[in-house]
């Protein structure tokens, strides 16, 4: 079955530790992509990356940190310096920059 | 800024009844258009995409893209309860250089109602 996945679903941290999210697929989709979504607004882009090793800032991207060394993984990491880090953080890919974007099922981060 | 709004709801149709979601966009030059259905506590889900100006009906849904008045919205005919969900418009602007950059509205919270 092709899809995208994250994990985990949930994940609680303390204030001032990073925490890397994950995202796979398996669709050999070209572009993936990292949102954060907060209660009662759209989803703003943080990162994306159109090839391996290559990844550009979203508008949000201040506070987060990403990597693209293959094809089918594009993780995240929240660093300390994210002033609001708790959020849905959603995942996407795309077959290019251009194309239609799926969604993985997210992780919701909880930080205390 | 690249914008796409979208009246936020809730909007409340009873069982049966045609839903009208409605969304505009600030950029004249933009070319790709999306809907997308997001349940509670779940990931968006793609329904529909409209690429040309006029109608693209897929099952219960028909999207409707008019790019001289920058609207594009989404019908749902034979509304149903697993319809109550938030729509998600989405739309392609132009950012740096070539690329394209999916920008989202803040959604609407549908209630469909037995």
């Known amino acids: 079955d092709g899809g995208i996945t994250q994990s985990p679903k949930y994940l609680f941290r303390k204030e001032g530790q990073n925490v890397t999210l994950s995202c796979e697929q398996n669709l050999n989709h070209d572009a993936m992509y990292w949102y954060r979504q907060d209660p009662g607004q759209g989803l703003r882009l943080i990162y994306y990356?159109?090839?391996?090793?290559?990844?550009q800032k979203g508008d949000i991207a201040e506070g987060y940190s990403v990597s693209r060394e293959k094809k089918e993984s594009f993780p995240l990491t929240v660093t300390s310096a994210q002033k609001n880090p708790t959020a849905f953080y959603l995942c996407?890919?795309?077959?290019?920059?251009?194309?239609?974007?799926?969604f993985g099922p997210g992780t919701r981060l909880t930080v205390t | 800024q690249k914008e796409v709004e979208q009246n936020s709801g809730p909007l409340s149709v009873p069982e049966g009844a045609i839903a009208s979601l409605n969304c505009t966009y600030s950029?004249?030059?933009?070319?790709?258009f999306f809907w997308y259905r997001q349940y509670s506590g779940k990931s968006p889900e793609l329904i529909m995409s409209?690429?040309?100006?006029g109608d693209k009906e897929d099952g219960r849904f028909t999207a409707q893209l008019n790019k001289a008045s920058q609207y594009v919205s989404l019908l749902i005919r034979d509304s149903q309860p697993s319809d109550s969900a938030t729509y998600l418009c989405a739309v392609n602007f132009f950012s740096s250089g070539s690329a394209r950059q999916l920008t989202f509205g803040s959604g609407t919270q549908l209630t469909v109602l037995p």
């Open positions: 996407a890919s795309s077959i290019s920059r251009d194309d239609e974007q799926y």
């Open positions: 990356s159109q090839i391996v090793n290559d990844f």
């Open positions: 950029d004249r030059g933009s070319q790709s």
């Open positions: 409209i690429y040309s100006n």
